[in-house]
């Protein structure tokens, strides 16, 4: 499976980003998808994740009410994290992640679950 990762930007404080992930590859096997944040010297943060249905999904408290994280429900091989009401706090390095186990159960936050990453698309929010 391969995740690919785009949508990063400059915005102002306030402002909204719409991040996309396009999964390709064995993805017949529903797959669990998320979002996770670095920043520079710290570890991987979980920011949303989402079943391979759509049916349910999981944030951060940092992003409640302010992120989402709708599926294709044409192609549900692609998520986003639609980003609105952006602080500069949420400025670093956001990457898409993917296992195989289809729903989030317990550690949808763990980065240790996930066996498929995509590359790192940055998002700067200027205050």
């Known amino acids: 499976v391969q995740l690919q990762a785009s949508g990063g930007g400059l915005v102002q404080a306030g402002g909204s980003l719409r991040l996309s992930c396009a999964a390709s590859?064995?993805?017949?096997?529903?797959?669990?998808m998320g979002w996770f944040r670095q920043a520079p010297g710290k570890e991987r943060q979980f920011v949303a994740g989402?079943?391979?249905?759509?049916?349910?999904?999981?944030y951060a408290d940092s992003v409640k009410g302010r992120f989402t994280i709708p599926r294709d429900s044409a192609k549900n091989t692609d998520i986003y994290l639609q980003m609105n009401s952006l602080k500069p706090e949420d400025t670093t390095l956001y990457y898409c992640?993917?296992?195989?186990?289809?729903?989030?159960?317990?550690?949808?936050?763990?980065?240790?679950?996930?066996?498929?990453w995509g590359q790192g698309t940055q998002v700067t929010v200027s205050s």
């Open positions: 989402i079943n391979w249905t759509g049916g349910g999904t999981y």
């Open positions: 590859g064995r993805t017949y096997r529903g797959l669990f």
């Open positions: 992640a993917a296992d195989r186990s289809g729903y989030g159960g317990n550690a949808y936050y763990s980065r240790f679950r996930y066996e498929y």
